[in-house]
C-alpha cells in the first residue's frame, strides 16, 4: 500500500516536470542562458556573426566617459519617464473616478477610454503623427482656433519629448481599468460613515479615497516606471530619434548600436545599465512605500 | 420650523447632487470625445481625396466620402502578401500560448512536485525583466540556428510559455474542483486524459482571454518582426506601414497612411467590441495581484 501510494506520487512527480518542461525549457534557454550571455557578451567585443572578443570594461568605459549619446538618451527617457508616469497615473485615477460615480453608460465611457490601449503601435505613432503635423495636424488646428501657440511638436527639440508624453496620455486605458476596479473595492460603509460625520466630497477623497488606493497606486507606479523607460516604438516611428536627438530614448539608441551598427558587446552593457537603473528605482520605490502604502484593506 | 430647516437642507443637498452629477457627465463627454477623436479623425481623413486634408476649417465627415485611398493603399502594401504573414505568425502564436500556457498552468496548478512554488514566484518575477535584457543574447541563439528572415523566432517562443498567460491559466485551473479529476483518476484516467478531457473543456473562458491576448499582440508586434524579418516578402503588416511612413515619397498622402493604419486597426477594435467584457475583466485581474 505505502509503495502504491509512493510510486502515484512519483508518478505525479514526473507528470509535474513533464506538463511544466515547454516553459522550463524556454526559462532556462530565454532567461537563465540569455541573462549569463548578456553579462558575458557587455564584456566583449562583438557583432553577432564572429566569436566575441573579451575587452574587459571597455564598453562600460567607453559608455560613461566617452559615447556623447549615452547620457543624452539616458536624459531623455528620465525626462519622459518623470512626466509620462506621474501623467499618466493622474488622468487614469481622473478617469477612475468618474466612471465610478454610478454613471450610466458606464460600459460605453469605459470602452472609449479604453479603445486606443489595442490601437497597434505602429497605427498610433503614423495616427500622432498626423495629429502633430505643425500645419495641417489636428491639436494645430485646434489651438489656432483658440488662438494659441501653434508649436511644431515633433519637429522641434523642445516640444518632441512633451509631444510624445502626450500621446502617451492618450493610452492610459489599461491602467484606469486597474484603478476602477480598486476603486470598486473601496468598502461603501467607510463613505456612509464619514458623511453621517458631515465629510465634504474632497474629505471623502483624500482621507479614504486616496489611501485604500495606496497599494494599486505603488503597483501602477512600478509597473509605469518600467515600461516607460522602455518607451521605444513612438520615438522609432515618428522621429528617428530626432530633432537634434531630442527622443533619442534608452532603448531606441540601444537598438540602433545593436541591431543597426551590430555593437552588439555595446548593447549589452546598455542593456544591464538599464536593468539595474529599473531595480534600482524599484527598490527605491518599495522602500518608500511603508511609508505612503496602506494595507489596512485586506486587498 | 425646525422641520423646514431641515428639509431646505436635504433639498440643497439633493440639488448640489444633481450638480455634481452633471459636472461629471459634462467631462465624461467632453473626455470621451477627446480619446476617440483621433481615431475619427483617422478613419475620415481616410476616405478624404488628397486635395480635402488641407481644407480650413477640417472637416470630419468626408464630402463625398472616396474609397480610392483604399483601393490605392491595398496593392501598395502589397496587402495579400503581408496579411498571408501576419496571419501566418498570429496563427502560430497562439496555437503555442494557448499550447504551452495551459500545459504548464496545469502543472503549476494541479500537481505537486518539489520546487514548483519557488518556480512559480521565478515565473512570476521574469514578468517584470525588461524585454530589451535578453533580446540581444536570443537573437543570438536564433541567428546561430539560421532561423533570421523566417517566422520560427515570432513563434517558436510562444511554444515555450509566456508567463503572464501562464498566470492567467493557473489562477483559473486552481478554481476548478479537485473531486473532478479524482474520480477519473480512481476510472483509470492517465494525467493527460485528465487535462485533455476535463480540464481543457471547463476552461474555455480562460482559454479565449489567452487566445485573444496573443491575437493582438501578435497582429501589432513591431519589435519582433523589426528584428528578424529583412526581406520584404517576409514582411508583416506592422512593417510595411512602417516603411510605408518611412519612404520619402509618401511622406506627404496622409490619406494613404491614414487607410493604411485603418486596415491594421479595424480587426483588432472589432474584435475588442466582441470580447470586452472578458477583457476587461482580465486586465482587472493583473491589477489585483499587485
Redesign the interface.
Known amino acids: 500500500m505505502v509503495s502504491k501510494i509512493s510510486k502515484l506520487r512519483r508518478k505525479e512527480v514526473i507528470m509535474g516536470y513533464v506538463f511544466a518542461s515547454p516553459w522550463l525549457i524556454g526559462f532556462s534557454i530565454f532567461t537563465v542562458y540569455a541573462f549569463i550571455s548578456v553579462i558575458y557578451y557587455s564584456f566583449t567585443d562583438f557583432n553577432a556573426f564572429t566569436h566575441p572578443n573579451y575587452i574587459g570594461l571597455s564598453n562600460y568605459v567607453e559608455l560613461f566617459n566617452h559615447d556623447d549619446l549615452f547620457p543624452i538618451s539616458l536624459y531623455n527617457t528620465a525626462y519622459y519617464a518623470c512626466f509620462s508616469v506621474p501623467l499618466g497615473i493622474i488622468t487614469a485615477f481622473l478617469l477612475a473616478e468618474l466612471l465610478n460615480q454610478k454613471v450610466r453608460g458606464l460600459a460605453f465611457f469605459r470602452t472609449i477610454f479604453y479603445l486606443p490601449t489595442v490601437v497597434p503601435s505602429v497605427a498610433s505613432s503614423v495616427l500622432w503623427l498626423w495629429i502633430f503635423n505643425p500645419n495641417f495636424g489636428l491639436l494645430n488646428i485646434f489651438l489656432s482656433i483658440l488662438h494659441l501657440p501653434t508649436p511644431l511638436w515633433v519637429g522641434s527639440p523642445e516640444w518632441a519629448k512633451p509631444a510624445l508624453i502626450l500621446m502617451s496620455l492618450w493610452g492610459v486605458g489599461g491602467t484606469m481599468i486597474i484603478f476602477l476596479a480598486g476603486l470598486q473595492d473601496v468598502p461603501q460603509e467607510l463613505y456612509e460613515s464619514a458623511e453621517l460625520d458631515g465629510a465634504s466630497i474632497m474629505a471623502k477623497f483624500m482621507y479614504i479615497t486616496i489611501p485604500m488606493m495606496t497599494p494599486t497606486l505603488l503597483y501602477t507606479l512600478i509597473m509605469g516606471i518600467i515600461g516607460s523607460f522602455q518607451v521605444f516604438t513612438q520615438a522609432f516611428i515618428m522621429t528617428q530619434g530626432g530633432p537634434a536627438n531630442s527622443t533619442l530614448f534608452y532603448v531606441l539608441y540601444l537598438y540602433r548600436n545593436a541591431f543597426q551598427y551590430f555593437k552588439m558587446g555595446y548593447a549589452s552593457a546598455q542593456a544591464l545599465i538599464l536593468l539595474v537603473i529599473i531595480l534600482i528605482l524599484t527598490v527605491i520605490v518599495l522602500s518608500t512605500s511603508s511609508k505612503w502604502v496602506y494595507y489596512g484593506g485586506g486587498a | 420650523m425646525r422641520i423646514d430647516k431641515e428639509v431646505t437642507h436635504y433639498k440643497s443637498r439633493r440639488k448640489r447632487e444633481i450638480y455634481?452629477?452633471l459636472i461629471?457627465?459634462i467631462?465624461?463627454i467632453a473626455?470621451?470625445g477627446i480619446?476617440?477623436?483621433?481615431?475619427l479623425?483617422?478613419i475620415s481623413?481616410s476616405l478624404k481625396p488628397e486635395t480635402q486634408?488641407?481644407v480650413?476649417?477640417?472637416q470630419l465627415i468626408p464630402r463625398p466620402v472616396i474609397w480610392k485611398n483604399y483601393i490605392k493603399v491595398i496593392p501598395l502594401m502589397r496587402f495579400s502578401i503581408t496579411l498571408l504573414n501576419t496571419l501566418v505568425i498570429v496563427a502560430g502564436s497562439v496555437a503555442g500560448d494557448l499550447?504551452?500556457s495551459s500545459?504548464?498552468a496545469?502543472?503549476?496548478a494541479r500537481?505537486?512536485?518539489?520546487g514548483?512554488d519557488l518556480?512559480f514566484v521565478?515565473?512570476l518575477s521574469?514578468m517584470?525583466?525588461?524585454?530589451?535584457?535578453?533580446?540581444?543574447?536570443?537573437?543570438?541563439?536564433f541567428?546561430r540556428l539560421g532561423w533570421v528572415n523566417t517566422f520560427k523566432p515570432l513563434i517558436v517562443?510562444s511554444?515555450?510559455?509566456n508567463?503572464f498567460f501562464?498566470f492567467l491559466a493557473r489562477q483559473f485551473f486552481r478554481t476548478i474542483p479537485n473531486d473532478l479529476s479524482d474520480a477519473a483518476k480512481i476510472d483509470g484516467c492517465s494525467?493527460?486524459g485528465i487535462?485533455l478531457h476535463i480540464i481543457l473543456p471547463l476552461c474555455k473562458p480562460i482559454l479565449a482571454v489567452i487566445g485573444i491576448f496573443s491575437f493582438?499582440g501578435a497582429?501589432?508586434d513591431?519589435?519582433g518582426p523589426l528584428?528578424y524579418l529583412n526581406n520584404e516578402d517576409k514582411w508583416t503588416?506592422?512593417l510595411m506601414?512602417?516603411a510605408m511612413?518611412s519612404a520619402q515619397a509618401w511622406q506627404l498622402s496622409?490619406p494613404l497612411?491614414?487607410a493604411?493604419?485603418?486596415i491594421?486597426?479595424l480587426p483588432?477594435?472589432i474584435i475588442?467590441?466582441f470580447t470586452?467584457k472578458t477583457f476587461?475583466q482580465s486586465?482587472?485581474l493583473?491589477?489585483?495581484?499587485?
Open positions: 455634481l452629477k461629471v457627465y467631462f465624461l473626455l470621451s480619446f476617440a477623436f483621433p481615431l479623425w483617422m481623413t486634408v488641407f480650413f476649417p477640417p499550447f504551452s500545459l504548464v496545469y502543472s503549476f500537481l505537486r512536485w518539489p514548483r518556480f521565478i515565473l521574469t517584470m525583466i525588461p524585454y530589451v535584457v535578453t533580446m540581444i543574447p536570443i537573437f543570438v541563439v541567428n517562443p511554444f515555450l510559455g508567463p501562464i494525467e493527460f487535462y493582438m497582429w501589432s513591431f519589435l528584428i503588416l506592422s506601414l512602417y511612413r496622409w497612411l491614414m493604411g493604419s485603418t491594421m486597426t483588432v477594435i475588442f467590441f470586452q476587461i486586465i482587472t493583473t491589477g489585483i495581484k499587485g
